[in-house]
């Protein structure tokens, strides 16, 4: 019978739409199970065939858990905010939101035409305002809350704000900015701006000045993993640090807890040593150094009796307390603002350029520049505490502001970094650990030693060492141990306009949070998507964009009077908001009350498995939990992690297709800029783009070795004439002016022929993949020239009559024209070959490169699997007993299958799949026992083809909850052995031997056995091995 997969997957598809098969009830009658994906941002260029890998892999493992009786959550929805809207809006002045409509209905139909079961009336979109709504509540959760380290929890802003009214700061164990000191009485006194002022030192939304990563093109801030090679993800624009008023979420707080969840979960280790590597958590001192002429007496022994303030001492963290005395100068960050107050007169200049020279790096790259030292004196000394030397204090960009204080004490005889900047600038090295390495030409960083030229620490390991220093710090009064964590709080605020707006008006220049019931606050429209001419953010363009306190209303910005109408902050969200909570909004999605009701959140909990790429370690994945605790904090949620179990899925690869541009020049004369043109007319007669096949490069040219980049022709140097050249300038009157330049158009005539040879370069180009013909290396070459205007007149190099391209995998991406579109596959291959075909190339978790030719295979098996059905064009299935070979073929099936899904190895549940179809085809099987559980096992993985053949076998409702067949293992059981017969080591035969038989049975059959007669030929059996079910050995 034919297998038409297109009218099948229509059908059915059209049939779950109607039917709503895949709609989640609420109830609580069954166990829940919640699968999801990381939802997509719908950009214009849909999917490729990359994008659907984890979406196939979840809707396999939520299917499965349907047929296994859950109540199955697989929801999906947008992370539609972004900055590829905004830009696009832009160049064209077409609102956001309408391409983002537009995308998410490209992105719905490819979706649904791969047969997903998500429950698509749950879908969300960040940026709509009903869901933003809730975005913009939690916001004001966080900004009305602050952290307790005694309860260690987030808690409502009141309840500091009746601390402070009893007791003002005193035993207060806060998560703060600064730390602060006042009575209640001194609180009490306060006005309300300052009290507000106050606050925010504490709220776990707060504006700080911050050092951020500005991007001048895209005209906002941008978060560390929104940055590559110091320039923006997206766009590829240069990325400074600037210091600006920032909205800030104190994930810090939070540090210790996001560690120790880690345990808790299962997720990929590379993923978890990702974050806590981010979140940095690490043990020491912090420790204060007095500044030379502070007027302090500076001596550690006396420093209890001093009040040093912040301008007259450098205060450090360091996890290495026991080395100071190897302390020889000191390094602060560019940023930090003690730089200002010790940078003398005289270094002003060069300290100046130093730190303007510093802000065109970000983070990251000061981070992984390693390698490259440079510093400015600052012309101040500090003092070393224990060894009372005078210290020099620099400023240098590996020394970062938002990692412990952003000043080090600098011990080079034992960090690598401080030894490259002492070597650089001349500075003292003290060895003060014990070992055999000169430290003077390499720093010896091991803590696997002694102290030594350490006074009191002399001879003590590390561990007493530092144990014993840190008791000396605390003592003289100079400093604590204590523990610290890289990771910074997150900027929360972007200059753009297509996000969220922040719920905030502003009153005296504070912040105060809109009402609940004016929410949502909704995206003024405005003129231009730029920023103001003020510098203000695009929202600054907005005419009706003001907050009317008496009136509880927006108005027009006009109104503006400081009195009773009040500006609106004009920052957006960033694009981590809506993703960091929307995982919780599918249990509820359209609930105008809550953002999900608790009995809700309580009964589907966590993500039982979660599915998305790697690239979202230190971010989503990171604010996310975040957020997840900070709602559990405040009683909004029970459960304690957002992500129970946790899959990157690898990448789908691309096969690139690339072409090579002939450019040839001239080696043995100056650099003439005319010459690659001039070269490509002598020798191709052609002005236009020349292009060589693939295997010509390598046949014809060879590479000189003194330039890896250029090529030597094998014959057009022979053939080459410097004076044939000379004559076809003149006689074509090539380039003529540019020529003159030279002094003569008898320019080359100068040179000597055998100093002169023609060298190529083959710039490799990538083609799109589509210009190949069917599955070959082939390119089309017509095709090519209407490809681009560029290459309308191209001329190629073949090689027997053809132009092969060379090919290479690469990540799939548009930019690299080898895209392949599902929409295309679907229609040739259908929605099951696709699926099965994807989860057939290999591991989950692995990158494996995409190959169409491999389709026909799948495709194959599903005809075969389509035809156990029929007999020829007639639907034709028995009622008769299977044999219990066929019940051995379906319930080695189900194990092998219930094994791999539950260890998503989906690849070998493919194969399997098509193992057991050969073996029933072979045995020409059609029985309902057995066809009939075969559709509901593969039914995950192709569920249009299984729906059909399921309501053909007179089933009326969906295969879908249909009962996971039961693994009966007795089926299983081997009733016949097939024994290896060996002599003196050496297997003769086999024989067919019943399973249940003992060894003296099987003695006295295999002696009676001719075939072991005639191996003996007359022999005497010294001993008879038999190891039951797997051999048989006559040693004679």
């Not at 892999?57 to 905004?86: C, T």
């Not at 412990?404 to 080079?412: K, S």
Request: charged letters at 25%; aromatic letters at 14%.
């Amino acid at each position: 019978m034919f297998y038409d997969h297109q009218q099948i997957e229509k059908k059915w598809q059209k049939y779950w739409e109607d039917n709503q098969t895949y709609k989640t009830s609420d109830s609580t009658d069954k166990p829940k199970f919640y699968v999801l994906d990381m939802f997509p941002y719908p950009s214009g260029a849909g999917l490729h065939v990359g994008h659907p890998l984890g979406y196939i892999a979840s809707d396999i493992y939520a299917r499965f858990k349907r047929h296994q009786g859950f109540n199955v959550l697989h929801p999906v929805g947008y992370d539609s905010f972004g900055l590829p809207a905004e830009q696009y809006a832009i160049q064209t002045g077409t609102h956001p939101a309408i391409t983002t409509e537009q995308n998410i209905t490209r992105y719905e139909e490819q979706l649904r035409k791969i047969g997903f079961s998500f429950d698509w009336s749950r879908e969300v979109r960040t940026s709509d305002a009903s869901y933003y709504k809730w975005t913009q509540w939690i916001f004001i959760q966080l900004f009305h809350s602050w952290y307790n380290k005694d309860t260690d929890k987030a808690e409502s802003i009141d309840t500091l704000i009746q601390h402070f009214e009893e007791k003002g700061t005193g035993g207060l164990n806060a998560n703060q900015n600064e730390e602060l000191n006042f009575t209640s009485n001194e609180w009490k006194n306060k006005s309300e701006i300052e009290k507000e002022e106050m606050l925010l030192n504490y709220r776990l939304a707060f504006r700080a000045e911050t050092t951020v990563n500005w991007c001048p093109a895209l005209g906002t801030v941008l978060a560390n993993d929104e940055i590559k090679d110091g320039k923006s993800e997206r766009g590829g624009y240069p990325v400074f640090q600037k210091k600006m008023m920032q909205w800030s979420m104190r994930i810090s707080a939070y540090s210790e807890r996001l560690l120790q969840g880690l345990k808790t979960l299962d997720w990929p280790q590379p993923l978890k040593d990702a974050q806590e590597y981010w979140i940095g958590k690490s043990q020491g001192a912090q420790v204060r150094f007095l500044v030379n002429g502070s007027q302090l007496i500076v001596d550690g022994k006396e420093a209890n009796n001093q009040q040093p303030t912040t301008n007259n001492y450098i205060e450090v963290f360091t996890t290495r307390p026991d080395t100071i005395f190897g302390a020889t100068f000191m390094v602060l960050a560019p940023e930090n603002p003690l730089v200002q107050n010790l940078t003398t007169q005289e270094q002003k200049t060069e300290v100046d350029n130093y730190i303007e020279e510093t802000s065109k790096k970000t983070e990251r790259d000061r981070m992984a520049d390693v390698k490259n030292v440079s510093g400015a004196f600052t012309g101040s000394y500090a003092i070393n505490p224990f060894t009372g030397k005078n210290i020099p204090v620099y400023i240098s960009d590996y020394v970062l502001m938002g990692y412990g204080t952003g000043a080090v004490m600098a011990v080079p005889a034992h960090d690598e970094r401080d030894h490259r900047f002492a070597k650089k600038f001349n500075l003292e090295i003290i060895k003060v650990v014990e070992s055999d390495v000169d430290v003077q030409e390499e720093a010896y960083d091991s803590k696997d030693s002694v102290c030594v030229n350490s006074d009191f620490l002399n001879g003590l390991n590390y561990k007493d060492a530092k144990s014993k220093i840190i008791a000396e710090i605390e003592n003289n009064g100079i400093g604590h141990g204590t523990t610290n964590y890289r990771q910074r709080d997150a900027i929360f605020s972007r200059q753009r306009y297509w996000g969220e707006p922040v719920p905030i008006y502003y009153k005296d220049g504070m912040p105060y949070t809109l009402p609940n019931s004016a929410l949502p606050l909704e995206l003024p429209e405005v003129e231009k998507y730029l920023p103001t001419e003020d510098g203000d953010p695009p929202l600054g363009n907005a005419k009706t964009f003001a907050w009317d306190e008496a009136n509880q209303k927006v108005v027009d910005t006009d109104l503006i009077d400081d009195k009773t109408v009040f500006p609106l902050e004009l920052s957006t969200m960033p694009g981590w908001a809506g993703s960091s909570w929307y995982f919780l909004r599918y249990m509820d999605p359209n609930d105008d009350e809550v953002f999900a009701k608790k009995e809700l959140t309580d009964y589907w909990g966590q993500v039982d498995l979660y599915i998305g790429g790697s690239e979202h370690a230190t971010g989503h994945l990171l604010y996310s939990r975040f957020w997840n605790m900070f709602l559990k904090d405040r009683g909004y949620i029970e459960q304690n992690e957002p992500f129970q179990k946790l899959i990157n899925q690898g990448m789908i690869l691309g096969m690139s297709a690339f072409v090579y541009r002939v450019q040839h020049f001239l080696v043995g004369i100056p650099e003439h800029p005319y010459v690659s043109n001039v070269l490509n007319e002598f020798i191709y007669k052609t002005k236009d783009q020349v292009f060589i096949s693939k295997n010509l490069k390598d046949k014809d040219f060879e590479y000189d070795h003194s330039d890896y980049k250029s090529y030597i022709s094998k014959s057009l140097n022979k053939e080459f004439d410097i004076n044939e050249l000379n004559r076809f300038i003149k006689e074509n009157k090539l380039f003529n002016t540019e020529i003159e330049e030279f002094g003569s158009d008898e320019y080359f005539n100068q040179f000597k022929q055998n100093e002169i040879f023609i060298h190529t370069h083959f710039t490799p180009i990538h083609v799109d993949v589509s210009l190949l013909k069917g599955t070959t290396d082939e390119l089309d070459t017509e095709a090519f020239k209407t490809w681009r205007p560029d290459y309308a007149d191209a001329e190629f190099i073949l090689e027997d009559g053809k132009y092969i391209t060379g090919r290479e995998v690469e990540k799939m991406s548009k930019s690299k024209y080898n895209v392949v579109n599902p929409d295309d596959i679907c229609n040739e291959y259908g929605a099951d070959g696709l699926r099965l075909y994807e989860m057939f190339l290999g591991p989950l978790e692995q990158s494996k490169p995409w190959n169409t030719q491999g389709l026909s295979g799948v495709y194959g098996f599903l005809k075969k699997f389509w035809n156990l059905y029929f007999n020829g064009d007639t639907f034709e299935v028995s009622d008769e007993e299977p044999t219990k070979a066929e019940f051995k073929i379906l319930h080695t099936l189900i194990k092998k299958v219930l094994f791999d899904i539950e260890n998503f190895s989906f690849n070998t549940s493919v194969s399997s799949f098509m193992i057991a179809v050969n073996e029933l085809q072979k045995l020409k099987c059609n029985k309902r026992a057995i066809l009939e559980p075969l559709a509901v096992i593969i039914s995950p993985y192709a569920p249009h083809i299984c729906e059909e053949v399921w309501n053909l076998l007179g089933n009326n409702s969906s295969i879908e909850f249909e009962k996971f067949p039961i693994l009966d293992e007795a089926y299983l059981v081997e009733d016949e052995i097939d024994y290896p017969v060996s002599f003196n080591g050496k297997m003769k035969f086999k024989i067919k031997l019943s399973a249940d038989l003992g060894k003296e049975e099987v003695e006295k059959i295999i002696l009676e056995n001719e075939d072991a007669r005639r191996h003996l030929d007359g022999k005497t059996v010294k001993n008879f091995i038999f190891v039951p079910k797997k051999i048989i050995n006559i040693v004679s």
